[in-house]
């Protein structure tokens, strides 16, 4: 087989201009979710954590300490039953917390990589009370006391898309921080605590694999067993919901196998949702096999072309169940755009991680340069670092200079450069 030949100077070329983005995006109160005026003028949870898992590791103290800022102002705006906001606008310092589901799970992560790679005790004993606190606001947010939690439609980083119930993606990242709140407990002699997240740890990752993972049969009862809280669910009431065209309608081939986006009243998700499968690889919730049937999954369906990747597959067009009317505002979130199908760089990011966590190297080599490349494009001059691309052209859309797209591309040189995928 002939190696395939990569570019490090243009991987070395991104990698200096990602640094200038992110460093564009500093602000006294904290990393803006973007540069420019018109992009996101705010401090996100989610956005600046994410781009936390890059930006720490680069060792200017002008980024760490703006790190710290986030950490102080994120904090400081934390409701009195600990939910972490959305978003802090840098000239009101007012909070926002619309689009609430992620932020707090995000902040618990940071928290836990931030001080992984800095040492920084001080810092971690003085936001311990805050961890504690987001976790049990999420700890309420189990309504049905399963073990996991329900987010209200369009709550995720996903803002203008119809997850919602029991998602995918947040109780990954619900179990991920879990994790770190183990070691974080543990680091700090708190046995109690760390022995309260560890189980909960452990239930969730039982739940997602009994009952997200969809075989590619007919037999889909464990799926709505959420649904309709009973264990009783049989085929007999199955062929009756077939007849009646109450089932969801399988759009994915039926012999692909993934973790489903989410599970709701009487129904579940069907696309693939790339973020919430790609954070199953890298947790550990999806097994070597699982793992590697993902992968293919993205392979055959070439959610990575033109580049990495893909936010769903198949994007949701109108009059199928999950599209909804808001989709249209701004002409936004139209098929193969924005949620419904865009590409997102900072999810390409992930993307090559998962590549190194599963050893597959010279894939991931070769997937940080198509990321490279994505961030080159920009709608008035190179490096935009934009927010996303049209899923089908690659035509650069939404805000440029976006922190998260700069960070992850730093975090994906750095696994691939090292070979291992650094906190996770």
């Known amino acids: 087989m002939k190696k395939s030949i990569i570019n490090d100077n243009l991987c070395d070329k991104a990698y200096k201009e990602a640094l200038k983005t992110l460093r564009h995006c500093i602000h006294p109160v904290g990393i803006k979710a973007s540069a420019g005026v018109r ?79 800095t040492g920084d005790s001080a810092f971690l004993k003085s936001s311990y009370l805050s961890i504690q606190k987001t976790l049990t606001w999420y700890e309420h947010q189990d309504v049905d006391q399963t073990g996991l939690i329900t987010i209200a439609e369009a709550s995720d980083w996903e803002d203008l ?93 039926k012999k692909s196998l993934y973790y489903l986006p989410y599970l709701s009243f009487r129904e579940f998700g069907e696309w693939f949702d790339s973020f919430g499968n790609l954070l199953a690889i890298l947790s550990g919730i999806a097994d070597k096999k699982r793992s590697e049937i993902l992968l293919e999954f993205i392979k055959k369906f070439k959610l990575t072309k033109p580049y990495p990747i893909k936010a769903i597959y198949p994007p949701i067009f109108p009059g199928e169940k999950d599209w909804r009317n808001y989709y249209k505002f701004a002409n936004l979130n139209l098929p193969n755009q924005y949620h419904n199908g865009g590409i997102w760089p900072f999810l390409g990011g992930f993307y090559v991680a998962a590549l190194v966590k599963m050893k597959k190297y010279s894939e991931a080599r ?43 591309y730093i975090y994906a040189y750095e696994a691939v450069k090292q070979k291992k995928t650094l906190f996770f």
């Open 39 to 117: 992009g996101y003028p705010q401090v996100w949870a989610r956005d600046s954590m994410i781009t936390l898992l890059g930006a720490v590791l680069i060792k200017d103290d002008k980024v760490i300490h703006s790190l710290k800022s986030v950490f102080k102002i994120l904090i400081k705006k934390q409701s009195q039953l600990g939910c972490i906001p959305n978003n802090v606008d840098v000239k009101t310092l007012r909070a926002n917390f619309q689009a609430y589901a992620d932020g707090g799970l995000w902040f618990v992560i940071g928290s836990a990589f931030f001080f992984k790679q």
């Open 161 to 253: 898309f119809a997850t919602r119930g029991k998602g995918l993606y947040v109780n990954i990242l619900y179990y991920i921080a879990l994790c770190n709140a183990v070691d974080i407990a543990k680091h700090l002699r708190d046995k109690k605590h760390a022995d309260i997240y560890a189980k909960k740890a452990k239930k969730i990752y039982s739940c997602i694999n009994k009952y997200f993972w969809y075989k590619g049969d007919d037999d889909i009862s464990s799926h709505l067993k959420f649904s309709f809280g009973t264990e009783f669910f049989n085929k007999k009431d199955l062929d009756s919901l077939k007849r009646k065209n109450i089932l969801p309608s399988k759009r994915i081939l």
């Open 366 to 408: 070769e997937a940080l340069e198509s990321l490279a490349l994505l961030n080159k494009q920009g709608k008035k001059s190179s490096w935009e670092f934009n927010e996303w691309a049209h899923g089908e052209t690659a035509k650069p859309m939404g805000m440029a200079e976006q922190a998260w797209s700069a960070g992850m």
